[in-house]
Nanobody, 123 residues
């Protein structure tokens, strides 16, 4: 069983940047595809970015393409989400999740979830 702990959230002004980190433990990190999923108040969860087990394949939601970058360091058991040019509509709780599939392109493919970290972007 994999445990996931997110960090790096906070309050930032529009146009600013944040870097989220997710530390994994309890399993072989390189066996899992990873994803960042967000949920804004009153909205459904949305996959923001996903990365394959080796990091060779990444996918992004259209709303964040060109602004967010997902990456992973398998030696450190950590996945990152670099968020630039942040907008008020990026405000949400951001979750890290792990999938035993090659890459998690659907919410249902994620098996393990972190507790989430709040990101608030002020206008």
């Amino acid at each position: 069983q994999v445990q996931l702990v997110e960090s790096g959230g906070g309050l930032v002004q529009a146009g600013g940047s944040l870097r989220l980190s997710c530390a994994a433990s309890g399993g072989t990190f390189s066996n899992y595809a990873m994803g960042w999923i967000r949920q804004a108040p009153g909205k459904e969860r949305e996959i923001v970015a996903a990365i394959s087990r080796t990091g060779g394949v990444t996918t992004y939601a259209d709303s964040v393409k060109g602004r967010f970058t997902i990456s992973r360091d398998n030696a450190k058991n950590t996945v990152y989400l670099q968020m630039n040019s942040l907008k008020p509509e990026d405000t949400a709780v951001y979750y890290c999740a792990a999938s035993t599939r090659q890459i998690g392109v659907l919410l249902a493919l994620y098996d393990y979830w972190g507790q989430g970290t709040q990101v608030t972007v002020s206008s």
